[in-house]
């Protein structure tokens, strides 16, 4: 196979949606059934792509438009851009002190 | 010494650890487990955090606080299920004189509710429990009575 075609192959599975980790917390938890998911969410997604895909599992309604979220312990806007291999957190509004 | 902790917080050892010779200012807040929200009787709370998140946020909080005023701070928040009038949160933060001391203790608190993700289920003297909620109209969210708070996320 010319190389071409391989490096085509290379790209079609690049579009291949990716298993992200999801964490979820207190109220959030709660509505989801479950502390931790995994969405699939296409190349070049979003925290706010990640959102919706939760938003449409079976609970999820609940959860709120814009929650805020984080990717790998720190907080990020919903159009923040995720990647194989990060760990994206949903918030509830946090309640500390 | 770690910012959480499911322990009774130590005050006294927390503003020792912020004492210094040429630090002549030492303020203090506590947060304290009230008995009471909206209006409504509270008999006990519960928090929970995404630990790695808040251990990280709190850090980053008092190197910023440290790098905007000449001070020592250390901080310490409760986990898990508490009793009215534990202390739930403390702050000591020593200066070289009051006005930084008390303006960098003020900043501490500030930003740790607004940035550290930990949440607070409270549960009422009428049996209902709910997760606090500062954005809500009355600050709690109901749940069930007797739902069962989620572990999993409360000792991550």
Known sequence: MPSEDLSIISQMKSLDPTPIRVLLFGRYAELLGADHLTVPVPVSGTVEGVVDLVRQLPGGQGLPDRPLAAIDLVQVPLNASVRAGVEVALLPPMAGG | ?156
């Open chain 2, 1 to 156: 010494m770690g910012v959480l902790t499911r322990a009774p917080i130590d005050v006294a050892g927390l503003t020792k650890s912020v004492e210094a010779s040429g630090r002549g200012a030492i303020t203090s807040f506590l947060g304290v487990v009230r008995n009471h929200h909206c209006g409504r009787e509270v008999t006990r709370l519960e928090y929970s955090a995404y630990a790695p998140m808040a251990e990280a946020e709190c850090e980053r909080i008092l190197a910023e606080t440290s790098s905007r005023w000449p001070v020592s701070v250390a901080l310490q928040h409760r986990l898990g299920p508490m009793a009215i009038g534990e202390v739930s949160v403390a702050i000591a933060v020593a200066g070289n004189h009051r006005d930084e001391a008390f303006v960098a203790c003020r900043y501490v608190i500030e930003e740790l509710k607004r940035r550290v993700p930990i949440w607070k289920r409270e549960y009422f003297a009428d049996g209902t429990e709910g997760w606090v909620d500062p954005t809500a109209c009355d600050g709690v969210v109901l749940a069930k009575v007797g739902e069962v708070t989620n572990e999993g996320s409360a000792s991550r």
